[in-house]
């Protein structure tokens, strides 16, 4: 970023340089600028979600307000990775990112996580249909009840009393 005048944001892609990618899509004197430096964030999805898995905590609040200011394209995207049965672990990253946005469009596969063997996922995944707050959970939240994993029945509880009556 320059000192006194906009974000160069063509610069900050070249340099894959996502905090400063999100500050500039913050930047509040031009939407263009805040425009592209979103695009260029989208730009980035796939090494974003790549770094969910980082044991860093400050680049993971990094690459999770990058994936939110995204939005959509990172949500269709994150739906995506979450039908890659293959990483759990890319699975859980993905399910705590789809809660923090409140996708809706992602209920089908946090539904669908609810049923892995994966205690943390399931964890994960009723925690984010509570918040997300989607009644069409209501049933599956219920069955949750009775997990195995009393952490899950705990996170299954919690997200039961999130949902509209």
Do not use: C
């Not at 425009?35 to 980035?44: D, F, K, Q, S, V």
């Not at 669908?112 to 994960?124: G, I, K, Q, V």
């Not at 959970?137 to 009393?161: F, G, P, Q, Y």
């Amino acid at each position: 970023m320059t000192l006194f005048g906009p974000p160069d944001v063509e610069r900050l892609k070249m340099a894959g340089n996502v905090e400063g990618l999100i500050r500039a899509a913050k930047y509040k004197r031009d939407a263009a600028v805040r425009e592209r430096a979103r695009r260029g964030l989208e730009e980035m999805l796939d090494f974003m979600v790549d770094e969910l898995s980082t044991k860093n905590i400050r680049k993971l609040a990094v690459v999770r307000e990058g994936l939110m200011l995204v939005g959509r394209p990172a949500i269709d995207y994150m739906i995506w990775v979450h039908t890659d049965k293959q990483s759990v672990h890319r699975r859980q990253d993905v399910t705590f990112v789809l809660g923090e946005m409140r996708a809706k469009e992602a209920v089908p596969v946090l539904l669908e996580a609810l049923r892995d063997t994966d205690a943390l996922l399931r964890r994960l995944a009723a925690d984010a249909l509570g918040k997300i707050g989607d009644s069409r959970a209501r049933d599956r939240l219920r069955l949750l009840l009775r997990d195995e994993n009393a952490i899950v029945r705990k996170s299954a509880a919690r997200a039961l009393r999130k949902l509209p009556v």
